[in-house]
């Protein structure tokens, strides 16, 4: 499948890249909802014009659609023809026989000619399946059946922990248009005043170009962060397998800041328990031990029909017809089948050891996830409690020093310019904690959405 790279919220800009945002999928997680599966979306639409999803519809959608997923079902049947081609017992061989037996010493004595004598037969040949290596070899098949479809899920839950991370980034970059739209708004009016101040010879024209300057930046970072938005919608439509032509809006939905984190222990026990990768190698770990017990079988005497039976027929014999049935008998002295016997021992202690490591690193994520979406969640209350009332108060100075017409240009400008920072660290934060969210959910193993918010 596609490659994964790690999801980065920085201070002061959001992540835009839907590459980016596949970084969750190297990450599995715990529920915080109850599992309840996305729902259905309908069939695939037409190239052109607009459609506006949920996050949850675009989810089932993408799910539906994603051509690599797509692709990647193909394994599974796949895998169901290798288990019809483990069970496959061998056809017997049907032998047909013309013989020439050579010349008669007695002489025609009409032809002065040596007489021939000629004979067929008919002979039926077959290989039995050896007891222990059958049942072994289905064992095997239908164990990697199982790898596959543990697998698939994991692959699903990658796209969907991709598409949920694209979602979140159009609605981070939405928060910042309307952001950087209102501090266009309030440069203008200022701008406004100004003209008129610099009208009257109350402001000089270094005042009035230093706002022209202000406006022009706040509407290039305006113009910048909707071509990022729409490129990142571009690119979460093509994950989800959008037909190309078709543009897509998404409906934001609330999404809850403060819902309690389940206790480590649970999480845990939860993941372990969840996780399609260590189902994987459970079966993978099934298919290496039916492998070793088919290889060892082979190391016993097992037998071959040559002939079950064979029967050939002399017209011109005293005896002309024979029945015999025979054998072959493998004598497994010179070769026991130890090079593969040692070749899948330790193909089996290789996935022991794998599996062991997988556990590990299970264990490891959910830590490191509970504990970047625990400080977030705390870094994100302490940020609101001091910016939402420090921006409130701005905006109540901002009119009414533009309403009297009392300007302080410079510093207008000047704190301009950090509360917008502000805004748009609030904004990083609410991204950067909704993406921990997202990651404990991958790593815990239970790749459902959260519950939204009531509004």
């Not at 309908?42 to 659609?65: C, I, W």
């Not at 938005?229 to 939905?253: C, K, N, Q, V």
Request: hydrophobic residues 45%.
């Amino acid at each position: 499948m596609a490659s994964v790279a790690r999801t980065a919220v920085r201070t002061g800009r959001v992540t835009t890249s839907i590459a980016v945002a596949l970084a969750l999928l190297s990450h599995a997680a715990v529920a915080l909802a109850d599992p309840s599966p996305p729902p259905a979306i309908d069939a695939p639409m037409t190239p052109g014009g607009l459609r506006t999803f949920t996050e949850d519809e675009l989810v089932a959608y993408a799910l539906a659609q994603n051509p690599t997923l797509k692709a990647a079902q193909r394994e599974r049947a796949v895998a169901k023809a290798g288990e019809r081609v483990a069970t496959t017992i061998e056809n017997p061989v049907l032998r047909l026989e013309w013989l020439h037996a050579g010349g008669d010493p007695r002489v025609n004595r009409n032809t002065n000619a040596v007489q021939d004598r000629a004979g067929f037969g008919l002979g039926l040949g077959w290989n039995p399946p050896r007891p222990g290596e059958y049942p072994a070899r289905r064992e095997a098949a239908e164990a990697h059946t199982r790898e596959v479809e543990a697998e698939l899920i994991e692959q699903a839950w990658n796209l969907e922990a991709s598409v949920r991370a694209g979602c979140a980034t159009v609605e981070a970059l939405s928060e910042e248009v309307l952001l950087a739209d209102r501090a266009t708004e309030t440069r203008k009016a200022i701008q406004a005043v100004l003209k008129d101040r610099v009208a009257h010879g109350v402001s000089t024209q270094l005042d009035l170009g230093l706002a022209n300057l202000s406006v022009a930046r706040a509407e290039q970072d305006h113009g910048a962060l909707a071509i990022r938005r729409e490129t990142t919608l571009l690119e979460l439509a093509a994950l989800a397998g959008i037909p190309t032509g078709t543009r897509i809006e998404l409906t934001p939905l609330a999404h809850p800041d403060a819902d309690p984190i389940p206790d480590l222990a649970r999480l845990e026990a939860e993941a372990l328990a969840r996780r399609p990768l260590l189902t994987a190698d459970s079966a993978r770990s099934a298919n290496r031990e039916a492998t070793l017990r088919a290889e060892r079988a082979r190391r016993w005497p097992w037998i071959s029909l040559n002939a079950f039976p064979r029967y050939r027929m002399y017209a011109d014999s005293a005896v002309p017809n024979d029945l015999y049935f025979g054998l072959d008998v493998t004598l497994p002295i010179l070769n026991q089948n130890g090079g593969k016997i040692a070749a899948a021992e330790a193909d089996r202690d290789l996935q022991t050891d794998l599996h062991a490591a997988h556990v590990a690193l299970i264990v490891a994520e959910v830590r490191a996830a509970r504990a970047e979406a625990v400080g977030w969640r705390d870094l994100l209350a302490r940020t609101r409690l001091v910016i939402e009332p420090a921006i409130a108060d701005y905006r109540a100075l901002v009119k009414l020093a533009i309403d009297g017409r009392q300007l302080d240009y410079l510093a207008l400008l000047t704190s301009g310019e950090t509360v917008l920072r502000s805004e748009r660290d609030l904004v990083n934060a609410k991204l950067a904690y909704r993406t921990a969210r997202l990651r404990l959910i991958r790593a815990s193993g239970a790749m459902t959405r959260p519950k939204p918010a009531n509004p």
